[in-house]
C-alpha cells in the first residue's frame, strides 16, 4: 500500500519487518518511529532505498511522508508480504 502526503500507524502484528520506498523520484519529509533504524525528515529517493527490511522494535511503528508518496511493503519472519485484510494500518 502507499501514503501520500500522510503519516499512518502500522501495527506489528506477526509482521517482523517493514520496507518504504519512494513511489516517485523522491519523497520528503520521511519519518519512521518504532523501527530499529529511525528516521526523522529523511529524504527518500527511488534510486538509493535507505528505508528497506527495517525491523518493528515496538508494537507499532508510525510512518511519515511530509512531501509525496511513500509505498510500504510488510514482511513476516519467512519472508512473506502483507495480504490484505491483515489489520496491518491505522490512520494517525
Known amino acids: ?21 519512494a513511489a516517485g523520484s523522491e519523497v520528503r519529509g520521511v519519518s519512521l518511529r518504532g523501527l530499529k533504524y529511525p528516521l526523522q525528515e529523511a529524504v527518500l529517493t527511488n534510486t538509493y532505498p535507505i528505508g528497506v527490511s527495517n525491523e518493528f522494535v515496538s508494537s507499532s511503528a508510525v510512518v511519515t511522508a511530509a512531501q509525496g508518496t511513500l509505498g510500504l511493503i510488510g514482511m513476516d519472519s519467512a519472508g512473506s508480504a502483507v495480504r490484505k485484510g491483515t489489520g496491518f494500518c491505522l490512520k494517525v
Open 1 to 21: 500500500f502507499a501514503i501520500h502526503n500522510d503519516s499512518i500507524m502500522v501495527k506489528k502484528g506477526y509482521w517482523k519487518w517493514l520496507s518504504v520506498f
